[in-house]
């Protein structure tokens, strides 16, 4: 069976450009999740999208979005990019997207920002 | 603000000896406690579980994790440490009546043969 899967593997981007990330969740999973995982921390939540509906945000700014379409698939959009940007984004999927479940995670989108 | 401390940043271990790697939390309410463990370049796997009962939770790969409410704690453990096993790992907290995880800093486990 398909992991999750996210594209592309890696991206450069310059400083104010927009990019646009992509996950498709394991077959089944209706919840997706969004972390961003600087060198050297540990992830850090950005959202969760559970049924095509915002469950949960993280501390980010606005011009971080997402957003989820029917077949469950995610796109983390992210407009006027920072240096700080750069980073492993990881998208993980699970069947509920509750609290005592776990987190599949797919490899992750290196963002480098120049 | 729940959160979850991994005071070590590396874990030194010789091969076929058994290893500790640390995590404490401190949460309101019910903890949900989750490891995982990250290889290079890679994205997260998920090696095990607490959501109540058994204090003991074995997960893959041999791994296995202690909860310890009274000290609120909870390492992962494995008998018998394999080179295999080097890698960055994880330990996270779910909160918030959702799917989200709070992780530590991650502790580096270097297992030498």
């Known amino acids: 069976d398909a992991g999750v899967t996210q594209s592309p593997t890696h991206l450069i981007k310059t400083r104010g450009q927009h990019v646009t990330l992509r996950c498709s969740p394991i077959?089944?999973?209706?919840?997706v999740s969004w972390y961003q995982q600087v060198l050297g921390q540990g992830p850090q939540f950005i959202f969760q999208y559970y049924e095509k509906e915002e469950r949960g945000r993280g501390n980010f700014p606005d011009r971080f979005s997402a957003r989820q379409f029917p077949n469950y698939s995610s796109e983390l959009n992210v407009n006027a990019l920072l240096l700080g940007d750069s980073a492993l984004y990881l998208c993980?999927?699970?069947?509920?997207?509750?609290?005592?479940?776990?987190?599949?995670f797919g490899q992750g989108t290196r963002l480098t920002v120049v | 603000a729940q959160s979850v401390a991994q005071p070590e940043d590396q874990v030194n271990v010789a091969e076929g000896n058994p290893l500790t790697v640390k995590c404490t939390y401190s949460?309101?309410?019910?903890?949900?406690l989750f490891w995982y463990v990250q290889y290079p370049n890679r994205g997260l796997q998920f090696l095990l579980k607490?959501?109540?009962?058994?204090?003991l939770v074995k997960g893959s790969y041999g791994f296995e994790a202690e909860f310890n409410k009274s000290q609120t704690s909870f390492h992962l453990k494995k008998p018998s440490a394999l080179v295999s096993d080097s890698a960055l790992y994880f330990c996270a907290v779910s909160v918030a009546g959702f799917q989200k995880l709070v992780f530590g800093t991650g502790t580096r486990l270097l297992v030498s043969p």
């Open positions: 949460v309101s309410g019910n903890p949900y």
């Open positions: 993980a999927s699970s069947p509920q997207g509750t609290q005592n479940t776990e987190a599949f």
């Open positions: 077959s089944g999973h209706k919840s």
């Open positions: 607490y959501i109540t009962g058994d204090n």
